[in-house]
């Protein structure tokens, strides 16, 4: 059974850094997807991050060139690395994960989550 857990959210001024990370067990398909979503109050959950298994990653363009996503193969944790933060980028954000051979930033795509942890970007 998967099961993933983030940590390192909180809160910070608007230009800061943040580093989240997700510690996944149960991951045993040769080919997965692991990646950060996010959902702020009112809004559909986006996403933000996706890395493959195999090293290819996607960013959705409201983060490109701030956040960066990164894996720990030994360590079964995924980070995202979050740079130069903005009041919009405060949210509950959520690592997922699935058994694909192609890595979307659509959250219908992923059967697996963790329980969030909260960021929040003051101004």
């Known amino acids: 059974q998967v099961q993933l857990v983030e940590s390192g959210g909180g809160t910070v001024q608007a230009g800061g850094s943040l580093r989240l990370s997700c510690a996944a067990s149960g991951l045993t398909f040769s080919n997965y997807c692991m990646g950060w979503f996010r959902q702020a109050p009112g809004k559909e959950r986006e996403g933000v991050a996706v890395?493959?298994?195999?090293?290819?990653?996607t960013y959705a363009d409201s983060v490109t060139g701030r956040f960066t996503i990164s894996e720990d193969n030994a360590k079964n944790t995924v980070y995202l690395q979050m740079n130069s933060l903005k009041p919009e980028d405060t949210a509950m954000y959520y690592c997922a994960a699935d058994r694909r051979s192609y890595c979307w930033l659509d959250s219908y795509a992923y059967n697996y989550w963790g329980q969030g942890t909260q960021v929040t970007v003051s101004s």
């Open positions: 890395m493959h298994s195999l090293g290819a990653t």
